[in-house]
C-alpha cells in the first residue's frame, strides 16, 4: 500500500480478527508507525467506551433498557389505573342508585307503597287459598 488508509478505514477494520482483515492492510499496518498507532488509538477508545468485552457491554445495555422498558411500563399501568377506575366506578354507582333508590324508597316508582304491595300480596294468597282453582 503506497498510501495511508484513512482514519475511516482503519476503524472501520479495527473489531475483526486480524486473520479477517484485508491483507494489504495487515501488512501496512505492520510496517507504518503512524497507521499502527491509530489502529491502537481506535483499539484503546473503543475498549474505553465498550469495555474489555463488547458481548458484555452489549448485555448491560440491553439490561439497562429493559430495566427502563419496566418502570415506564409500571408507571403507565399505574396512570390507567388512576383514569380507569373513576371512570368505571361513576357509572357504577349511577346505575346502583338508579335501581336501589326506589327500593330505598319503598317502590314508589311504580306508584305503590310497601304498605300497599304487602296488602295486596296477602289479599291474593289468601283469596287464592280459599277458591280452589283448575287452571292448567
Known amino acids: 500500500m503506497l498510501v495511508c488508509p484513512s482514519r475511516l478505514e482503519i476503524s472501520r477494520w479495527e473489531p475483526f480478527p486480524e486473520t479477517e482483515r484485508p491483507a494489504e492492510l495487515a501488512k501496512h499496518v505492520a510496517a507504518c508507525p503512524r497507521c499502527a ?26 439490561r439497562a433498557i ?7 411500563r409500571s408507571r403507565s399501568l399505574g396512570r390507567w389505573w388512576r383514569l380507569l377506575v373513576p371512570a368505571l366506578l361513576v357509572p357504577a354507582v ?5 335501581i336501589g333508590k326506589p327500593a330505598l324508597l319503598g317502590l314508589r316508582s311504580t306508584g305503590h307503597s310497601t304498605q300497599a304491595v304487602k296488602a295486596s300480596f296477602w289479599s291474593r294468597s289468601s283469596a287464592s287459598a280459599a277458591t280452589p282453582s283448575f287452571r292448567r
Open 37 to 62: 498507532a491509530m489502529m491502537a488509538e481506535i483499539s484503546e477508545a473503543r475498549s474505553l467506551l465498550l469495555g474489555g468485552d463488547p458481548a458484555e457491554a452489549s448485555a448491560r445495555a440491553a
Open 66 to 72: 429493559l430495566e427502563c422498558v419496566r418502570e415506564r
Open 94 to 98: 349511577a346505575a346502583l342508585l338508579v
